[in-house]
């Protein structure tokens, strides 16, 4: 995913609209996490209908008002309007932690036929490594809600951030979110085999003892 934005600016929706233009700040925003791309305009009434269901759900998961620990999930709004001032329109009607391309940036029209959007609204979900995990969200948003969220997560085998520090997630390989069930299992193969092992052991012992026995003059 990193790979897709590495070399572009992506914009905040808040109040002084601050970029995110150096490697290190895009990889830190979007690294190990899913993102949607949400193709909308203005000017569609489709989408005007859809963008509170989006904000709403996307705060869900994200605003720790409603959650412990934020989801991790990315929103980034790809303007497909006709003006400028019709883009900055349908910003506020998105989260302020969603992030945009700015209205002159020609990637966004690049986008739109990288992933062959063809109607609005289009919410394409991509995992980590930029594999498409849904070409369009937009029903299964409407119909499960939040809910959605915990199919996409299972599916990317996304690593649990919340066990690891800034410098671990930079510098060390990740791991898969099954390794913590991986590690139990062969904690109990591990003392399933030293059992076995110690009572082998115990066997060739009294072997060894019922030989000596043997041996001795009565």
């Not at 995110?20 to 899913?34: A, F, G, P």
């Not at 959650?67 to 989260?95: C, H, N, T």
Request: negative net charge.
């Amino acid at each position: 995913m990193v790979d897709l934005f590495v070399d572009r600016v992506l914009v905040k929706n808040n109040r002084d609209q601050d970029e995110l233009d150096t490697e290190r700040e895009i990889v830190m925003r979007l690294q190990n996490r899913i993102l949607m791309l949400f193709f909308a305009s203005a000017a569609c009434e489709s989408c005007q209908q859809f963008a509170p269901t989006l904000a709403d759900f996307f705060k869900r998961l994200t605003d720790e008002s409603y959650v412990d620990r934020s989801a991790q999930l990315v929103l980034l709004y790809i303007s497909l309007d006709e003006s400028e001032d019709e883009q900055e329109s349908f910003l506020k009607e998105l989260p302020k932690r969603c992030l945009f391309l700015a209205y002159e940036d020609p990637y966004r029209r690049e986008l739109e036929a990288m992933f062959n959007v063809e109607e609005l609204p289009t919410v394409v979900v991509l995992r980590p490594d930029c594999s498409i995990l849904i070409r369009n969200a937009v029903e299964e948003i409407l119909s499960l809600g939040p809910d959605c969220y915990r199919n996409w997560q299972e599916a990317a085998e996304l690593i649990d951030r919340s066990f690891m520090i800034s410098e671990d997630f930079e510098q060390k390989s990740m791991r898969s979110w099954t390794d913590p069930v991986r590690r139990l299992k062969y904690k109990v193969e591990d003392g399933k085999k030293k059992k076995k092992k110690k009572k082998h052991r115990g066997g060739e012992e009294d072997a060894e003892v019922d030989k000596d026995k043997g041996g001795l003059p009565l």
